[in-house]
């Protein structure tokens, strides 16, 4: 059993067509959000030799740090995404040990529990797969 802080810049987006629900400017573009990513989460591990596999669980707080929609007509920012966002992650990790530094192999899923819009009777709200792999010292 473990507990992990880490920090992390994340990019979370979706892409939209023209004529849907978040299409805010009619035409086809993609909305990217950026944030400085600040998981805790509590690991399981089973200890083998060379490969060392874990699950974890936990939760993430999350600030803002850029909100861009680029579309046909060019980029502009976002004004009505929320500075802050938080929520619950899931994953799995693999460590291999054949080296004098471990090398990891992530897998986690992200979901937000707040609702990241400004504007009054719109939700949205964050939900990313990540990968992530490393060396560890």
């Known amino acids: 059993f473990a507990v992990s802080f880490e920090a992390l810049y994340v990019e979370k987006g979706a892409t939209v067509s023209a004529g849907s629900a978040l299409d805010a400017l009619s035409n086809t573009g ?5 944030y400085l ?5 509590f690991h399981l ?8 596999p874990r699950v974890f669980a936990g939760g993430f707080y999350s600030w803002r740090m850029k ?18 966002d938080f929520g619950a992650t899931v994953g799995v990790e693999m460590q291999l040990k054949f080296i004098s530094h471990p090398i990891f192999l992530n897998a986690r899923y992200d ?10 009777g719109q939700t949205w709200r964050n939900q990313a797969f990540l990968f992530l792999a490393g060396i560890l010292y």
């Open 37 to 41: 990513e600040v998981p805790v989460l």
């Open 45 to 52: 591990r089973l200890p083998f030799r060379f490969v060392q």
């Open 111 to 120: 979901s937000s529990l707040a609702n990241i819009s400004n504007q009054t």
């Open 30 to 34: 993609q909305y990217s959000l950026g």
């Open 67 to 84: 909100a861009q929609y680029t579309g046909d007509s060019g980029s502009t920012e976002i004004a009505n995404v929320r500075a802050q």
